[in-house]
């Protein structure tokens, strides 16, 4: 069971940037990111496969941009051009089986871990 771990959350007026990080006990599987508002259903943000191949939710495309350090075991989230919507929870995940299983609706579903999360709050 990998052991994952946030950081970078904050606050920030739209328009703004935060680029959040994930350290991971190891890190040879399909990582992602995804995120949940109070009230909400779970939404998958963004993937990256061991390969660096990357999948993005519709809603986040061209803003974010979803990376990893797999040497230092660390995955990133840069999030640019930030809006209300995307105030919520983000929660770093990792997903086994491969990478037939390396999908961003995978982490809307059923990652196999997942962080404690850090809070993102964007003000208008």
């Known amino acids: 069971q990998v052991h994952l771990v946030e950081s970078g959350g904050g606050s920030v007026q739209a328009g703004g940037s935060l680029r959040l990080s994930c350290a991971a006990s190891?890190?040879?599987?399909?990582m992602g990111w995804f995120r949940q508002a109070p009230g909400k259903e779970r939404e998958g943000v963004a993937a990256?496969?061991?390969?660096?191949?990357?999948g993005y939710a519709d809603s986040v495309q061209g803003r974010f941009t979803i990376s990893r350090d797999n040497a230092k075991n660390t995955l990133y989230l840069q999030m640019n051009s930030l809006k209300p919507q995307d105030t919520a929870m983000y929660y770093c995940?990792?997903?086994?089986?491969?990478?037939?299983?390396?999908?961003?609706?995978?982490?809307?579903?059923?990652?196999?871990?997942w962080g404690q999360g850090t809070q993102v709050t964007v003000s208008s």
């Open positions: 995940a990792a997903v086994y089986g491969g990478s037939r299983y390396c999908r961003v609706d995978r982490y809307s579903v059923a990652p196999d871990a």
């Open positions: 190891h890190s040879n599987y399909c």
């Open positions: 990256i496969d061991v390969d660096g191949s990357t």
